[in-house]
């Protein structure tokens, strides 16, 4: 039996728990492999790929599968309570501990996958929560020493995950506690072939699935889809991407030149089953200047079937002056399938290195627009906008 499954949920899978002699030969005897060959599992390197961290899966011969007509949890249980069993099976003793208790991070990283806990707070959910860290360490003239200081906030602030998982990236560059992470996936995907699509089932139905990179999604979803991600039931993608993955959607017309993003809505408009389903927007090579080209890069969503809660997260609502992405900005009202979500504007920024500062964003007229513009609260320094070299007299 694989080492991870619950004591009381082994009972089912082999009756006599005792330990079994094994005849003394040879390791490399011809026996011993004709042996190992028989009771090896159809599972591929990929999905066993630092045990637990395995999770991109692929299709197994079905007319190989012994159909265990002599197993009691085959043959004596419903599939309802083997499904019951599964969903034990992948809880831990730590779930408790987090906001989201069934949320696992999937991501690419120096050619392989990986497969962490989603450790998000409950507080993290403000999605002004770190600016108002911010806010009290600034106030209290920086001695705030229990919050930190601002050039650790502001790390946060413009880390690529996400507001709420700014603790999920911190951990992924420090070593972290294994038994956070760890999971029963391996162990169940290995006990044998005829159960084998029960658990991966099981596993797309019963967890949260967080990606927080473009690279990671395409690959997952795109390039090499798992043969069991139609079971996917939650899913969050958070795409904070540069100016350039946004070119594609600058014009109407251009999106349909080469894109990372589109394939992604194509692959989700394929899945019936989705239950809940976020989908983040932000641009970090600009500065705190978020806005995003936001009708363009949406269009593909308006074909996504999602049973319950349906929300796209986007920057704040400010006139930015941006010629690249004028006329694009969603509104409550254009009869969108999905939530608007506004993320309050940014007020912290390290325009120079080791320098973080509180700024305002004030506006002034251009022809007959209101363009915003940063003002310092502490100097006199004009700060440019990315997007136009002309700057107007303030």
């Not at 197994?60 to 249980?77: G, K, R, T, Y």
């Not at 906001?99 to 690419?108: A, E, L, Q, S, T």
């Not at 990236?169 to 996936?185: G, L």
Request: proline share 7%.
């Amino acid at each position: 039996m694989a080492i991870g499954v619950p004591l009381k949920v082994r009972s089912f899978f082999r009756p006599n728990l005792g330990k079994r002699s094994r005849p003394t030969r040879s390791s490399n005897s011809p026996l011993e492999v004709d042996w190992k060959k028989r009771i090896q599992p159809c599972v591929t390197h990929d999905e066993l790929v630092a045990c637990d961290n395995a999770v991109v899966v692929s299709d197994q011969d079905v007319d190989s599968v012994d159909p265990q007509l002599n197993s009691p949890f085959l043959q004596e249980l419903p599939l309802e309570i083997r499904r019951m069993i599964y969903e034990y099976v992948w809880s831990n003793t730590q779930d408790h501990m987090f906001y989201v208790p069934n949320g696992r991070h999937i991501y690419f990283q120096k050619g392989r996958w990986h497969n962490i806990r989603c450790v998000m707070h409950e507080m993290d959910e403000d999605p002004d929560f770190i600016q108002k860290q911010m806010d009290m360490v600034y106030e209290s003239g920086g001695t705030d020493s229990d919050n930190g200081n601002l050039q650790l906030w502001q790390r946060r602030l413009s880390q690529t995950w996400g507001h709420r998982h700014w603790r999920c990236e911190e951990r992924i560059h420090h070593p972290r506690e294994p038994r956070v992470d760890k999971t029963n996936f391996a162990s169940m995907m290995v006990i044998c072939r005829r159960i084998y699509p029960e658990v991966m089932q099981s596993i797309f139905e019963s967890h949260h699935f967080h990606f927080n990179d473009l690279n990671s999604a395409y690959r997952f979803f795109v390039s090499h889809p798992p043969a069991f991600v139609s079971h996917m039931r939650h899913l969050d993608l958070t795409f904070n991407m540069s100016f350039a993955d946004y070119a594609p959607f600058i014009f109407k017309t251009e999106s349909q030149r080469k894109n990372y993003i589109t394939p992604i809505w194509k692959a989700l408009a394929d899945m019936d089953c989705l239950q809940n389903l976020r989908v983040s927007f932000d641009i970090y090579d600009r500065g705190p200047w978020r806005t995003v080209p936001e009708s363009n890069v949406t269009k593909g969503a308006l074909d996504l079937r999602v049973v319950n809660d349906f929300a796209v997260e986007l920057p704040a609502s400010m006139p930015i002056y941006n010629m690249f992405f004028q006329k694009q900005e969603l509104s409550g009202d254009d009869g969108m399938p999905f939530e608007i979500v506004r993320r309050p504007a940014l007020r912290y920024w390290e325009f120079h290195p080791y320098e973080v500062e509180r700024f305002r964003w004030d506006t002034h007229a251009k022809g007959s627009l209101q363009v915003c513009w940063v003002a310092l609260l502490n100097s006199s320094r004009r700060i440019p906008n990315p997007y136009v070299i002309d700057f107007p007299p303030r």
